[in-house]
């Protein structure tokens, strides 16, 4: 059972814009910024978005992140093939003095 | 570029210990706090531990908390995790992991490719 919750599967065509949802509480996204993965199969993971809405260099700007409250998500607009992986939120927590990780979301390209 | 190689994993019997290292590159290494993150088989991420820039503070999840160990040596840009008291369920890919910011609560930007570690007799 993760801390953090992400529905453990999420599907669309290609070119739809999709979003994944990740639901904390006051001690982890409601009191720090949140972090999102990709991870390929096979792979090792990679940063997404960070400290919210950040994207590294590199990440096409079709992924965006926002928070609200205790909750976080990530949006993909134009779905390519190449965008089906696992995804992955995770935040500090406050109570716990750690890294919490969602239980990650398999995402399906239609 | 920023590279993070593992090394150090392997096959090892419950009870006993391994050390994983990191050799980190491509960055100012004493500039940032460091990670492991965990992967066991079919699993999702399971963050291990953090230590800060000068080691002075360590976190670790309950999960191994009392069994491992993290440390790094900055002269080497060098990440380890001493493992101890292994169980079947430590049984996993280990990452290294670059935090972006200089506290232990940013978050990871960057990561190793990953050692395998299989605990079983």
């Known amino acids: 059972q993760s801390v953090l919750t992400q529905p453990p599967s999420a599907s669309g065509p290609p070119g739809q814009r999709l979003t994944i949802s990740c639901s904390g509480s006051n001690s982890n996204i409601g009191s720090n910024t949140v972090n999102w993965y990709q991870q390929l199969p096979g792979t090792a993971p990679k940063t997404l978005i960070y400290r919210n809405n950040q994207r590294p260099s590199g990440v096409p700007d079709r992924f965006s992140g926002s928070k609200s409250a205790s909750s976080a998500s990530l949006a993909i607009s134009g779905l390519q093939s190449d965008d089906e992986a696992d995804y992955y939120c995770?935040?500090?927590?406050?109570?716990?003095?750690?890294?919490?990780f969602g239980g990650g979301t398999k995402l399906t390209v239609l | 570029q920023v590279q993070l190689v593992e090394s150090g994993g392997g096959v090892v019997q419950p009870g006993k210990s391994l050390r994983l290292s990191c050799a980190a590159s491509?960055?100012?290494?004493?500039?940032?706090?460091m990670h492991w993150v965990r992967q066991a088989p079919g699993k999702g991420l399971e963050w291990v531990a953090v230590?800060?820039?000068?080691?002075?503070?360590?976190f670790y999840s309950d999960s191994v908390k009392g069994r491992f160990t993290i440390s790094r040596d900055n002269s080497k840009k060098t990440l380890f995790l001493q493992m101890s008291s292994l169980r079947a369920e430590d049984t996993a890919v280990y990452y290294c992991?670059?935090?972006?910011?200089?506290?232990?609560?940013?978050?990871?930007?960057?990561w190793g490719q990953g050692t395998l570690v299989t605990v079983s007799s």
């Open positions: 230590i800060s820039l000068d080691e002075k503070n360590k």
């Open positions: 491509g960055f100012t290494f004493t500039n940032h706090p």
């Open positions: 992991a670059k935090d972006y910011s200089v506290s232990w609560y940013g978050g990871v930007d960057e």
């Open positions: 995770a935040s500090w927590d406050d109570s716990l003095n750690g890294w919490v």
